[in-house]
């Protein structure tokens, strides 16, 4: 369980924002192991090459070919005039005495996005977005109210990890058993990470490279809102721990809170989610369960829970609901929750309540981006 942050968060910012580069050369961050190589032979060097760049880069998270010292003078400087090793701007972090970082990070086409590292007792989970924004409109997510909707590339999405590494000092990559800050990812930031799937397998294989950041498929987890057709694909290309935003025991509910259940209603995703490879009981499928009063928390809709998860091996994560201005819902009580916990507890499924430190840090799901938007806003209206 995470620990609740004693103090509110320091934030330093401005820090200098790393892209803005106006030069042509291409950056070298996000492309896979073969397209790097490629890159290398286009660029009239020996393919090996790709393998010294690609663990100067992703082991020990160089930005500077000058320090490549395996690699000759000459040909470092060869590199330096073709290519970058770049990260997504920072245009704030935020630091919390119980060391949790949130950044609010800007690409180079000026779109922004948030990260956040979360350590707690045994792990650091960096919370990573695969979109700006989100197609989705999901009735409680504030993400779903937010307009402005792209992709993330592989290297922007890699790349908000490589900057909480740079943060915490966590360079070269640790080896397997040592104390780290940031051990786990959860692609449970901004956007819907299976309608950006070519990007965030890239991305996630990049991470996943044992020559690099070397994350084990069973520190990464990625959440997905349901996109049914998408599910197996991920259990083929990466084989990671699937997350599934429930929220709902009743495709009535469930429709209007996570819209998409209209075209993927509750027993066909729940279907899907039984044939996910490797639900053995270390991987169990995380069941994301936000509380909302009155809508979806009452005692029979926690046995309905139990009885749809327990023919899966499953887990079930209480989300206590993050409020945002202007939502159309409310967190249910403390005893609610707890009740409803205890329901499903008892009926032999793990339930864990997460911690709200939601409620002053980990804003879910595009909340820093918008209170961002807003203070800038609140500082050009105010008068001299
Ligand atoms: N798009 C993906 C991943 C990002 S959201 C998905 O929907 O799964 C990560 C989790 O936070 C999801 O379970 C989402 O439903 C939940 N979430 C979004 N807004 C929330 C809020 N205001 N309060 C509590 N949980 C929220
Ligand atoms: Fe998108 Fe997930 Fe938010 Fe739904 S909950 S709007 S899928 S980010």
């Known amino acids: 369980m995470a620990l609740l942050p004693t103090e509110p968060l320091q934030i330093v910012e401005p820090l200098p924002l790393a892209h803005g580069r106006n030069d042509l050369r291409r950056s070298l961050v996000g492309l896979s192991r073969d397209d790097l190589k490629q890159v290398m032979v286009e660029a009239g060097l020996e393919p090996f090459r790709a393998r010294q760049v690609w663990q100067w880069i992703y082991w020990h998270g160089v930005t500077d070919f000058g320090l490549m010292t395996n690699i000759a003078k000459k040909t470092q400087l060869r590199l330096a005039e073709l290519f970058v090793i770049d990260r997504p701007g920072i245009v704030t972090e935020q630091r919390s005495v119980d060391g949790t970082r949130k950044w ?13 590292n979360i350590p707690e007792e ?15 409109t999901c009735s409680f997510c504030h993400t779903g109210t937010q307009p402005l909707v792209r992709n993330l590339s592989p290297a922007e999405i890699v790349g908000q990890l490589m900057v ?12 397997a058993d040592a104390q780290r800050m940031l051990s786990n990812i959860v692609m449970m930031g901004m956007g819907e990470p299976l309608y950006n799937f070519d990007n ?9 490279d044992d020559q690099g950041i070397a994350l084990s498929r069973r520190r990464i987890t990625l959440s997905t809102s349901g996109v049914v057709p998408m599910i197996p694909k991920v259990g083929e290309a990466l084989d990671v721990n699937l997350a599934v935003s429930l929220h709902a025991v009743s495709d009535d509910v ?27 009981n270390s991987r169990r499928i995380t069941f994301e369960y936000a509380m909302l009063k009155g809508i979806n928390d ?11 998860l327990t023919p899966i091996h499953a887990k079930v994560n209480l ?10 819902y409310e967190c249910s009580s403390n005893n609610r929750i707890h009740r409803f916990a205890e329901i499903v507890n008892d009926g032999g499924l793990s339930a864990p309540v997460r911690t ?9 799901c595009g909340q820093l981006k918008s209170a961002s938007l807003r203070g800038r806003r609140e500082k050009v209206v105010t008068p001299a």
């Not at 045994?122 to 989705?136: A, E, K, N, P």
């Not at 989300?319 to 159309?328: C, D, M, R």
């Open 104 to 116: 609010l990070l800007r690409f180079a086409d000026g779109n922004e996005a948030e990260t956040v």
């Open 122 to 136: 045994d792990r650091g989970s960096v919370c990573v977005s695969s979109q700006v924004g989100c197609t989705l």
């Open 164 to 175: 909480a590494r740079d943060s915490y000092g966590e360079w070269p990559t640790p080896t």
């Open 200 to 208: 965030v397998v890239t991305a996630l294989k990049i991470v996943m």
């Open 254 to 280: 469930r429709d209007t809170l996570v819209p998409i259940n209209k075209k993927w209603p509750i027993a066909e995703l729940l279907r899907t989610c039984a044939d996910y490879p490797g639900a053995r």
């Open 298 to 308: 009452s005692d029979a809709d926690a046995r309905e829970l139990v009885r749809l």
């Open 319 to 328: 989300i206590p609901f993050n409020p945002w201005p202007g939502a159309p």
């Open 356 to 364: 709200p430190r939601g409620r002053d840090i980990f804003a879910a």
